[in-house]
């Protein structure tokens, strides 16, 4: 039989032990679960980090980056509205003359097309084949909705002028 002050000096050693910082701890731990650094641990949220941003990138609306193209591709002229760049390919076999305005204020404006090239002398046409491109800061402004591209080859002698029109919705 153990006496009382047995008792009580094992009491104080293992006191003593708990509050002794010299005295390693014995941990238990899952013999199968891998040993890791607490230092170099990575937070869990930290992981989802990556996935997060591939789905924010997959998910988002790419409409800027997606060109829009009227009428469609192989016709006389194509535009091709890429970001902010507007592109007008000339696929016809003479050079043509444009005019490009916000759909907005065509009931408002007055305008002629050129009918020699020396009625525009600033105005240089897209020669046959070939493209040009436009930034729509330059043509119209941010909340414009639409905008419309008038295109002619210049006529011949004794021709009549034959204007076209392609509009293009803006994103």
């Known amino acids: ?5 047995q008792r009580s000096d094992t009491d104080s050693e ?9 005295i ?11 040993v ?30 997606t060109p829009i193209v009227a009428p469609e591709p192989g016709a006389p ?15 016809t076999a ?10 907005e204020i065509l009931p408002f404006i007055e305008w002629a097309p050129c009918w020699t090239p020396e ?5 240089e046409p897209i020669p046959a084949g ?12 941010q909340d414009t909705q639409a905008i419309t591209i008038f295109w002619w080859p210049l006529p011949g002698p004794q021709q009549a002028i034959d204007i076209q029109e392609i509009e293009v919705e803006l994103p």
Do not use: H, W
């Open 36 to 65: 890791i650094n607490s230092k170099f641990q990575i937070p869990n949220s930290i992981l989802f980090l990556p996935l997060l941003l591939f789905l924010l990138v997959a998910c988002a609306d790419n409409s800027p980056a």
């Open 1 to 5: 039989m153990k006496s009382r002050t």
């Open 77 to 91: 002229v194509v535009v091709t509205l890429n970001g902010d760049e507007l592109l007008v390919a000339n696929n």
């Open 119 to 123: 009625q525009c002398p600033d105005e």
């Open 94 to 103: 003479e050079p043509i003359y444009q005019r490009i305005f916000a759909s």
């Open 24 to 34: 390693p701890k014995a941990t238990i731990r899952n013999p199968k679960s891998p």
């Open 14 to 22: 293992a006191r003593n032990e708990e509050s002794n910082p010299l």
């Open 130 to 141: 070939e493209s040009r491109i436009f930034f729509l800061k330059s043509i119209a402004e």
